[in-house]
């Protein structure tokens, strides 16, 4: 039993008997039947009362808590809004985020996860898989692709509306990633099992070196990095993706059968998006945000290239962290 379960049992219990003193039989048994409906509601299903899209919560959300990041807000925010608006989606969506660590891959899956199940990321219908935790060992890969096949399917069998995030794409063994591509494909059915209303999100550093060089390409050029357009890297990223050894899209058909939906590029973060990273930080944890406690804090990061010192190594992944050490 969860807590939660223990507690509206109590109260369940509790306002049975206050309501046993009124004597009311009728007013009883509405109380116990109006609260045994919420002990069984507290069981996340598959239905639009636990699944429903929230647009404008996913656009302010992208808004006021993504920094530095203007082509992947815009292109997430269309993608998941046409996708989540279909009722008949041809395929499910397909999203690969690329881009150095830190700079908030992970944090925008979770904001489509918050604005689309009622638990978020909690969800027993979001599943997260971590290449170095999940499927560790080369020699297994075998049992893995079968494994993750059967969890897919048994996911998308459970709740059509699935969400299911790949995590270390770079670190994923190939032939794994090959082995979940007719999930993706335009299929009607597969087995029975309908995929097409599933959300598929790819997280991935592939691609971070060509982001980062046409950042500061425009950096020194002194063009303001908003002028920067998903063309100036779309073609890129997906060639680079394609031929980096070390990622686990090397060879993948992925990218040769157009499964990938978008590609999304995270640009390296500068030095005052990190501050604004602090300040929604602090707020976010019920302080006032200091503008001096953001600045110091963004202060003490280390940047690069060495000379020009533009972006955030750690990106805004530290931040959460290393704010302690700057509140008393
Ligand atoms: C769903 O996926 C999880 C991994 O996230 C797995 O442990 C579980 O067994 C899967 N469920 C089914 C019904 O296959």
Sequence with gaps: MKAVEIYLLLHLILT??????????????????????QLFNTHERCDSEWISFNAEGLRADLESKLFGQHIASRVILKAVNGFMSDDNPQKPLVLSLHG??????????????????????????????????????????????????????????????????????????????????????????LDGVSYRKAIFIFLSNAGGE????????????????????????????????????????????LIDDNLVDFFIPFLPLEYRHVVQCAMAEMKAKGLE????????LAKDLIYFPKSERVFSVQGCKTIEKRLYHYID
């Excluded at 893995?144 to 699935?162: F, P, V």
């Excluded at 995030?165 to 090959?178: Q, R, V």
């Excluded at 394609?242 to 090397?250: E, R």
């Excluded at 945000?289 to 110091?296: C, F, H, L, N, S």
């Design 16 to 37: 049975a008997s206050v309501l046993v003193n009124t004597f009311d039989p009728i007013t009883v048994t509405v109380g116990v039947i109006s609260n045994l409906w």
């Design 100 to 189: 150095r660590s830190g700079t908030g891959k992970n944090f925008v899956s979770r904001l489509i996860a918050e604005n689309i199940y009622k638990e978020g990321m909690d969800s027993s219908f979001v599943h997260v898989f971590i290449a170095t935790y999940h499927f560790p060992h080369k020699s297994q890969i075998d049992s893995y692709k079968s494994q993750l096949q059967q969890w897919i399917k048994g996911n998308a069998t459970n709740c059509e509306r699935s969400m299911f995030i790949f995590d270390e794409m770079d670190e994923m063994n190939p032939g794994l990633i090959d082995s979940i591509k007719s999930f993706l494909n335009h299929y009607k059915k």
């Design 210 to 253: 060509v982001i980062t060089e046409t950042a500061l390409d425009f950096w020194k050029e002194g063009r303001n990095r908003d002028e920067i357009k998903l063309i100036d890297l779309e073609t890129s990223l997906s060639a680079s993706a394609f031929n980096d050894i070390n990622s686990g899209f090397w060879h993948s058909r």
């Design 289 to 296: 945000p200091d503008q001096d406690v953001a600045a110091e």
